[in-house]
């Protein structure tokens, strides 16, 4: 990488590479590593904090609650909002706000409703009937992260597609240090037909969820973000419940043909950079000049943001201005790095479209900033990170849903698939197997 950085917003450079360079591959590899599993440290201590919820229940969830939290809480029900309560919120809000909201949460509903899939059968010749059928998950658990900032988005991206689903009951825990609560989440929760809401957080509310306590209904399935605590207590518990995935670091990756305002792109880099330190923000052009350009805006744009000393630390450590050698060049990148968010910031995404295999999700051309789908564009925004997007996909209704396989055997059909069932049965050494299958062969 060239260009020497300090902690001045003055003389800040963007680290730049270029796949001609001899050390790229290492250089991207460095760039790219991210561990995000805990330490022993961590994952004995979110163990003593399951064991005690388990043990404990609703007393061990009010005591961590009030050590960690600093709430003065004397049960469970001082740690329980009621659906009356979000409703308030909800009508406590702005009108500008309310409007924003209602229509966030419409956009993400008609979209998570395309998604559902149906149940099918058909009927083979011999009458037997084969298919699926689709249900969804009786309790879903949502996970919303509190404390440094409050995320209505991550309500709406988490309950709305379990709602569209079908799932009967949806849990929101959520934490309120020092008993500060969010009247935007809380409203959110109101709009996304969230059914319990508990003031809890970390380790101890991801444990009541998996296992249940007097207080809290156990779920199926825990969804939604949160910190290291969190993400160790979900790896956990997957087994005993469901879990959406271990996310790590926000990420966006600009592809750019040279065509789009360099101040937009600037500002793209640092809508994911402004998340935490350890997000990442990446360009790739095969225009010198324009990175340039980007690079330059970047340099002017940095002292006017807010959280800039947080955009400068993520855009030093793990961020970067990568020229390439053209298009195709850029395609085999996108796809080795397997993007959580990729703006095709060209002239004719659609032309690059089928060569993207791996993103979590793809924003096409020019207009389409990144952040309109962290909000209010439809699809979800919880998606893989960390390079996972080459097995995973973004959440939707299908992660609060299962499928069954149906199975109807007509007389004519036990007969026919007994047999061969027969066959491979007395092959594997299961003889019940092969006399259970022969009892319906009608000789």
């Known amino acids: 990488m060239a260009d020497t950085l300090t902690d001045s917003a003055e003389t800040f450079k963007m680290p730049r590479m270029d796949t001609r360079d001899d050390d790229f591959d290492p250089l991207l590899e460095a760039l790219l590593d991210w561990e995000g599993v805990s330490d022993a440290e961590v994952q004995q201590r979110v163990g003593r904090i399951i064991q ?110 379990a709602h569209v689903a079908g799932v009967r009951e949806i849990v929101m825990v959520v934490p309120t240090p020092d008993g500060v609560l969010n009247d935007l989440v809380l409203a959110a929760a109101h709009l996304a037909g969230v059914d319990h809401v508990f003031t809890i957080g ?104 807010e959280r800039a000393p947080v955009v400068r630390a993520s855009l030093r450590s793990r961020g970067a201005l990568i020229r390439c050698r053209d298009q195709d060049e850029a395609l085999a990148l996108v796809n080795r790095i397997a993007p959580e968010h990729l703006e095709l910031s060209v002239a004719d995404p659609e032309a690059l479209l089928p060569g993207v295999r791996h993103a979590g999700a793809i924003f096409m051309g ?10 209010c564009a439809g699809p979800n925004h919880v998606l893989p990170t960390s390079g996972t997007a080459r097995f995973s996909s973004p959440l939707g209704v299908y992660d609060f849903q299962k499928r069954s396989s149906i199975i109807h055997c007509s007389a004519e059909g036990a007969a026919t698939l007994g047999r061969t069932a027969s066959v491979l049965a007395r092959g594997e050494a299961l003889t019940a197997h092969a006399r259970s299958a022969e009892n319906r062969i009608d000789e």
């Not at 020019?366 to 909000?375: H, K, P, S, V």
Request: glycine share 8%; charged share 25%; aromatic share 6%.
């Open 52 to 161: 005690d919820v388990r043990t404990r229940g609703d007393a061990a969830l009010v005591e961590l609650t009030r050590d960690l939290d600093r709430l003065d809480a004397d049960s469970l029900a001082d740690l329980t909002l009621t659906p009356e309560r979000l409703e308030r919120a909800f009508d406590s809000l702005p009108v500008v706000q309310r409007e924003a909201l209602s229509h966030a949460a419409e956009r993400i509903r008609a979209y998570h409703g395309h998604q559902k899939p149906e149940s099918w059968q058909y009927r083979e010749a011999d009458g037997t009937v084969l298919g699926q059928q689709i249900t969804a998950l009786d309790r879903a658990g949502i996970y919303v992260p509190g404390g440094k900032a409050a995320y209505p988005s991550s309500v709406l991206m988490n309950a709305i597609p």
């Open 202 to 305: 970390g380790a101890q509310a991801i444990a009541a969820l998996a296992y249940g306590t007097e207080s809290v209904p156990r779920v199926d399935k825990i969804v939604g973000p949160g910190n290291i605590y969190v993400a160790t207590a979900k790896r956990a518990v997957f087994g005993q419940v469901g879990i959406d995935m271990i996310a790590g670091p926000s990420e966006i990756l600009v592809v750019s043909d040279g065509g789009t305002d360099p101040e937009w792109l600037a500002m793209d880099l640092f809508s994911q950079a402004e998340h935490d330190e350890d997000a990442q923000a990446i360009l790739v052009s095969w225009d010198e000049a324009h990175l340039d350009a980007v690079e330059a805006a970047i340099e002017r744009l940095l002292p006017t943001l």
């Open 366 to 375: 020019r207009y389409t900033a990144e952040a309109l789908g962290d909000y």
